[in-house]
């Protein structure tokens, strides 16, 4: 494809910064020590950023993928320059101090793949991703760089079987919160543990990573039919391999991320993680997408577009299916094709493929019977699965993951801890009952710092049979696989003086999903009074990459992105 020394030339100017002339023969002589030839520098030059690691399944496949992708590109006539970035697995880190350090690491995985890139005039690059932060990691750098790229999620773990009974990690959360309750022994707790994940590949239910995957597809910076193939599927391969020799394709066409994420693009997005019932953390991440892009997109955006898009996918945590099983359905090209069909989504957005997104869709193969992805006249909740909530509890706003099934309105008395540890421990200790409102705080992007997911608490909870009987709420987040009624991304947060810091034990809370409201039933006079005598804590972390987090990042509502496009010129 790319052999004539016109086309190499076309392809190349990037690199040739770096490789050309007799001034970069120190850097030839460097690069030719790990074993490229001349005719190598001549071709373009190929960034795999690959977030692989061996603590914990999601990555842990990656090295694999990345094999297939170098094949691709060197077919394709380019030269495969493999580096690495850093991962934090959300599911290991949950519950413990360690899991601050899960968010942060986006920014991490944004900063150090522009460095690299930005420092070595990289014609093209991919990102190779597959937990929760890499993907909006990477996404955020590709955005940030606006070369020709793309990124390729790693795929989904196949879901462990318990009994007779497909389940993933959240049921392992839960058998915690009902090994506490003595609904289980210990022994089903530890045969539920050891069957729960069968190999590599990310957590199996629609939560964050399935989300984010299937957001890279809808937004167009990943190509359509490659995401959701399941990790350790032979077509996984394929599509690697297939991923690499689209990378010249997009030098020739110079397709860069910023004629791919767009407003429309990001409406689209949001549209499917609505349709999906997708995980809260597809609102953080598409806001610091739009934020990075320099695009006006706010959650007032995001509620409207939730609000007129069905609920028609039926997967974990809120439904009964994984993501293997919707891959198996037909997959987001299915959801794609429903979208566009349905006129929730802009079908004449771009994607890295070169097709737009209705010309994607348009080939999606249904099989026959399924009932995981529903038709619209067959949706299983006339508004979408997430939705924004605000009110003097939440001025600027929160996040909450619907299904249609919940109580539509709660009233109920304040639980108020000031970290994740202290109302776990309670939860263990059986101190939580029916009708409380269950407050934790001091967990947002500054406070924390890295918003913390509450995913142990909350799995906890329903573990111990008060799914529907108790609400949630934090100024962290709460992970994508939830049940019942919590409330994450509290915002203006406690520890720069949101309203959630002046709560008091005791305090009555109201929600009103239907209103999209959320209200302490405190009087003005009352929260101007504590407003006065409301101390800000000291911070967690007063230096390393913790402190400079906590100093630098937005507030959820804005992403809590440490770096916006505001001013910058590309």
């Known amino acids: 494809m790319a052999d004539s020394p016109e086309v190499l030339a076309a392809l190349n100017r990037r690199s040739r910064t770096l490789v050309e002339g007799v001034d970069r023969s120190a850097a030839r002589a460097m690069l030719k020590a790990i074993g490229l030839s001349d005719e190598d520098l001549k071709k373009p030059l190929i960034g795999i950023a690959n977030t692989w690691t061996e603590i914990?399944?999601?990555?842990?496949?990656?090295?694999?993928?990345?094999a297939k992708m170098k094949e691709g590109i060197r077919r394709a006539g380019g030269t495969p320059l493999e580096f690495n970035t850093v991962s934090i697995s959300d599911g290991i880190?949950?519950?413990?101090?360690?899991?601050?350090?899960?968010?942060?690491?986006?920014?991490?995985?944004?900063?150090?793949?522009?460095?690299?890139?930005?420092?070595?005039?990289?014609?093209?690059?991919?990102?190779?991703?597959?937990?929760?932060?890499?993907?909006?990691?990477?996404?955020?750098?590709?955005?940030?760089?606006d070369v020709p790229s793309l990124m390729l999620y790693g795929g989904s773990i196949a879901p462990g079987n318990y009994r007779g009974k497909d389940i993933t990690v959240q049921e392992v959360f839960e058998a915690m919160g009902a090994y506490a309750a003595g609904r289980i022994t210990l022994d089903e707790l530890h045969e539920i543990e050891g069957v729960a994940c069968p190999?590599?590949?990310?957590?199996?239910?629609?939560?964050?990573?399935?989300?984010?995957?299937?957001?890279?597809?809808?937004?167009?910076?990943?190509?359509?039919?490659?995401?959701?193939?399941p990790a350790m599927a032979t077509e996984k391969d394929d599509v690697s391999l297939l991923a690499g020799q689209l990378m010249i394709q997009l030098i020739e066409q110079d397709l860069r991320p910023s004629k791919i994420v767009t407003r429309q693009a990001l409406e689209n997005a949001i549209a499917a993680v609505a349709a999906s019932g997708g995980s809260t953390n597809g609102v953080l991440h598409t806001l610091a997408f739009a934020?990075?892009?320099?695009?006006?997109?706010?959650?007032?955006?995001?509620?409207?577009?939730?609000?007129?898009?069905?609920?028609?996918?039926?997967?974990?945590?809120?439904?009964?299916?994984?993501?293997?099983?919707?891959y198996r359905a037909g997959g987001v090209r299915l959801l794609a094709q429903r979208l566009v069909e349905g006129g929730y989504v802009d079908g004449s957005a771009l994607t890295v493929t070169g097709k737009t997104l209705a010309q994607e869709a348009a080939t999606a193969v249904e099989t026959p019977g399924q009932d995981v992805i529903r038709?619209?006249?067959?949706?299983?909740?006339?508004?979408?699965?997430?939705?924004?909530?605000?009110?003097?509890?939440?001025?600027?706003?929160?996040?909450?993951?619907?299904?249609?099934?919940?109580?539509?309105?709660?009233?109920?008395?304040?639980r108020v801890f000031n970290t994740e540890e202290e109302a776990f421990q309670a939860v263990q200790n059986r101190q939580i009952n029916a009708g409380d409102v269950v407050v934790i705080r001091y967990e947002g992007p500054v406070g924390g710092p890295g918003m913390r997911e509450m995913l142990q608490v909350t799995a906890a909870i329903v573990g111990q049979g008060l799914g529907a009987d108790v609400?949630?709420?934090?100024?962290?987040?709460?992970?994508?696989?939830?049940?019942?009624?919590?409330?994450?991304?509290?915002?203006?947060?406690?520890?720069?003086?949101?309203?959630?810091?002046?709560?008091?034990?005791?305090?009555?809370?109201?929600?009103?999903?239907?209103?999209?409201?959320?209200?302490m039933e405190v009087s003005a006079e009352e929260l101007t009074a504590r407003r006065a005598a409301w101390v800000a804590p000291?911070?967690?972390?007063?230096?390393?990459?913790?402190?400079?987090?906590?100093?630098?990042?937005?507030?959820?509502?804005?992403?809590a992105v440490t770096n916006s496009a505001s001013g910058l010129v590309r």
């Open 199 to 229: 190999g590599p590949g990310a957590c199996g239910g629609q939560f964050t990573a399935n989300t984010m995957g299937m957001v890279g597809e809808i937004l167009g910076i990943s190509p359509m039919g490659m995401a959701d193939i």
């Open 375 to 414: 038709t619209w006249d067959n949706a299983i909740y006339e508004n979408g699965g997430l939705h924004i909530l605000k009110g003097n509890l939440a001025p600027n706003g929160s996040v909450i993951k619907l299904k249609g099934t919940e109580p539509r309105t709660f009233r109920g008395v304040a």
């Open 291 to 326: 934020r990075e892009a320099g695009i006006e997109f706010t959650i007032d955006d995001i509620e409207a577009i939730s609000k007129r898009t069905p609920l028609i996918c039926d997967l974990k945590p809120t439904g009964k299916y994984v993501a293997t099983d919707m």
């Open 56 to 66: 914990g399944p999601c990555n842990f496949h990656l090295r694999r993928l990345s």
């Open 471 to 519: 609400v949630l709420i934090t100024d962290g987040r709460f992970s994508g696989a939830t049940r019942g009624l919590c409330i994450g991304h509290i915002a203006p947060e406690a520890a720069v003086g949101g309203p959630i810091g002046l709560l008091h034990e005791g305090d009555i809370i109201t929600v009103d999903i239907d209103a999209r409201t959320i209200n």
């Open 538 to 559: 000291k911070p967690h972390y007063i230096s390393g990459v913790m402190a400079k987090y906590a100093r630098l990042t937005a507030q959820a509502d804005d992403g």
């Open 93 to 145: 880190t949950m519950g413990t101090e360690g899991m601050k350090a899960s968010l942060i690491s986006r920014e991490i995985i944004a900063d150090s793949i522009e460095l690299v890139a930005r420092g070595n005039f990289f014609d093209g690059i991919i990102a190779l991703a597959a937990c929760d932060k890499t993907m909006p990691g990477t996404i955020m750098s590709l955005i940030r760089l």
